[in-house]
């Protein structure tokens, strides 16, 4: 789907156990600029409800799982993050909402740029008027 993808990490397993190394623009599609992580979200909770205008992002769950509902404008979609092995990559002009986290949630976050309020849309409203425009669409 349009700026929604997938990357398999590779685990790096031993007897040990397992690693997975995360590394700017080789496993990373992007230059990494800033890392946060979301945890203690209560199960009833639903997160994100924006977009961003300009922001590469990937999301893992590195404990625990989450529901992320994505919205292109034109299509949606859902994917379970229930493994530290999968990285779910979203680009620009993406609706997404994190919802129904276990309660041992790590939800890891690798993002292209700085925390910037203005590249938020916040309102879904807004976000399809902005979709519509650069899909051509009058309404
Ligand atoms: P918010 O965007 O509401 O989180 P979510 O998308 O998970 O629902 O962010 C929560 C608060 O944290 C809000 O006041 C903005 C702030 N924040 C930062 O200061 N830096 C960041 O990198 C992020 C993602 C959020």
Same mark, same amino acid.
């Given at each position: 789907m349009k700026n929604?993808?997938?990357?398999?990490?590779?685990?790096?397993?031993? #007897?040990?156990? #397992?690693l997975i190394s995360i590394e700017?623009?080789?496993?990373?599609?992007?230059?990494?600029?800033?890392?946060?992580?979301?945890?203690?979200?209560?199960?009833?909770v639903i997160r994100g409800k924006h977009a961003h205008k300009k922001l590469e992002q990937v999301l893992i769950c590195l404990s625990g799982s989450c529901y992320i509902d994505l919205d292109t404008g034109i299509e949606?979609? #859902?994917?379970?993050?229930d493994s530290p092995q999968k990285g779910l990559y979203i680009k620009d002009m993406v609706w997404r909402e994190m919802r129904n986290f276990s309660s041992n949630t790590v939800l890891l976050v690798?993002? #292209?740029?700085?925390y910037n309020e203005n590249d938020y849309i916040r309102n879904y409203e807004s976000f399809i008027l902005e979709t519509n425009k650069l899909n051509g669409k009058n309404s």
């Open positions: 929604i993808e997938i990357i398999n990490f590779e685990i790096k397993g031993d #007897s040990r156990g #397992s700017n623009l080789k496993n990373i599609p992007f230059d990494i600029k800033r890392i946060y992580y979301i945890f203690n979200t209560l199960d009833d949606k979609t #859902s994917f379970l993050l690798l993002a #292209s740029d700085f």
